[in-house]
């Protein structure tokens, strides 16, 4: 189930625990984002913090090389222009809101990564893996 139907699915149990229960209904971290739903009278609260492990960030950042094992990591919302990370592997890795322009990603691995809303002018896509798995030599992943 994806992050939208998770959130949904908890909201819903937060809704059908009613206002008889006060204190916290669900927590729940998905994707560096802790949620936790409180149920104080009729009134539900959601609140959301990030989570931001910095030790990991430093690691993830010192593999943004050619060949760097960067599964996994978190550069959503980073500035990554004009890197070359030539056969990288990008697998599941957060780079929603990220801008690549200028990026060369020849025979990278983004299966499974994400990609929503980056920026991704004059990216170098040459047998280059998209996170659905499909090949790309000439055009973006997910266009």
């Keep these: 189930m994806n992050k939208t139907g998770r959130l949904a699915r908890f909201i819903d149990g ?6 008889k229960n006060s204190g ?8 560096g984002v802790v949620f936790l739903l409180l149920n104080i009278g009729a009134l ?46 990008l697998t599941n890795t957060h780079l929603a809101y990220a801008n690549l322009s200028g990026t060369d990603l020849t025979e990278a691995d983004l299966t499974g990564a994400d990609l929503t809303r980056a920026t991704l002018v004059s990216v170098t896509w040459h047998n280059t893996t998209c996170p659905d798995g499909t090949v790309t030599s000439r055009i973006p992943c997910g266009t």
């Design 24 to 31: 916290p209904v669900f927590y729940a971290a998905v994707g």
């Design 44 to 89: 539900v609260l959601l609140t959301i913090n990030y989570e931001h492990d910095r030790a990991a960030d430093a690691v993830c950042h010192e593999h943004l090389v050619p060949n760097g094992d960067l599964n996994g990591c978190d550069f959503a919302g980073d500035h990554l222009t004009h890197r070359d990370l030539t056969n990288a592997d």
């Design 14 to 19: 937060a809704r059908d625990a009613g206002p």
